[in-house]
């Protein structure tokens, strides 16, 4: 009988460091709509850099370069280049309003207006600059920037936006897993100690555990506490073995946690005896 209450101890351990694989937890309605996102981020990316390809940003030494008259002088020259310059750091300012109101997931088309009117106003200012044969071309040229740059606005702003939904439901879902798992672990711990309290008083009420003396009693759960903790150290040298997955870690980490609250029962109530 009592070769019997000691065995169930051994299964006891061995049914709750198997049954604790339980308790992890899959959020399917939550991955599938973070997954939506970043699959609705990757399309709006894919649509942005299209756009790159058809839009060619105002560079002096570049796109613009052959619109310009060939008599500019330095006067006009610096006049020019004070024009981009405010022109680069109103866009910049703006730009910089426009990531933080769409992270704040607010309305954004004051902004966009805004940006908008800048690169009209650059583009007007830039006229008197410009060859008279090719204000024709110049024209069109501005007509397909903007309407390109309006639609890149929007989509970076769209991007920003949904980013940060995305950052902000994969923060929840992250604390909601901490906190399921620390309760998942508090009710996993409490339930161990709970039912070795029953099974210690069950034995300690045993009429052929109660029969011996105490030194029989304390070599008999020495016995039990020494299995226990090899099987404890065995678990740790399996943790520091190169080829072990992450999955059988965190599993031997919950058996070793069980085995400890064992142990520390046994402990104690091997101490009673002393």
């Keep these: 009988m009592l070769k019997k209450i000691l065995t169930f101890f051994v299964v006891f351990i061995m049914f709750f460091t198997t049954k604790s694989n339980a308790f992890d937890l899959v959020f399917n309605d939550e991955a599938k709509t973070i997954r939506e996102l970043k699959e609705n981020i990757e399309w709006l990316d894919k649509e942005k850099n299209d756009l790159y390809l058809k839009l060619k940003d105002f560079a002096p030494d570049q796109t613009l370069t052959w619109f ?14 004070l024009i981009v310059e405010t022109y680069n750091q109103n866009k910049k300012n703006l730009e910089s309003e426009l990531y933080e109101k769409s992270k704040n997931l607010l309305d954004t088309s004051d902004i966009r207006v805004k940006l908008l009117e800048e690169k009209k106003e650059l583009y007007k200012k830039m006229t008197s600059y410009i060859k008279v044969e090719y204000y024709q071309s110049y024209l069109e040229y501005i007509k397909s920037d903007t309407v390109i740059y309006s639609e890149r ?4 702003s769209d991007i920003y936006r949904k980013q940060e939904i995305l950052n902000n439901k994969v923060n929840i879902l992250e604390e909601k897993i901490r906190e399921h798992k620390s309760y998942l672990e508090d009710s996993l ?8 309290d029953e099974k210690i ?3 300690s009420n045993n009429k052929s555990f109660s029969a011996l003396d105490n030194k029989e009693k304390v070599l008999i759960l020495e016995k039990t506490i020494f299995k226990i ?6 678990l740790k040298n399996q943790n520091l073995t190169s080829d072990i997955t992450n999955f059988v870690k965190v599993n031997n980490d919950k058996k070793i946690e069980i ?4 142990l520390r029962k046994l402990e104690l109530f091997k101490d009673t005896y002393k």
Excluded at 153 to 156: E, H, L, R, S, T
């Design 259 to 262: 085995y400890n609250i064992v």
């Design 189 to 196: 711990k409490k339930l161990v100690e709970k039912t070795m």
């Design 229 to 234: 903790s090899n099987n404890i150290e065995s």
């Design 68 to 81: 310009f008259r060939d008599d500019l002088t330095l006067d006009e020259l610096q006049k020019l280049k």
């Design 201 to 203: 008083s069950f034995l």
């Design 153 to 156: 606005k929007v989509i970076d």
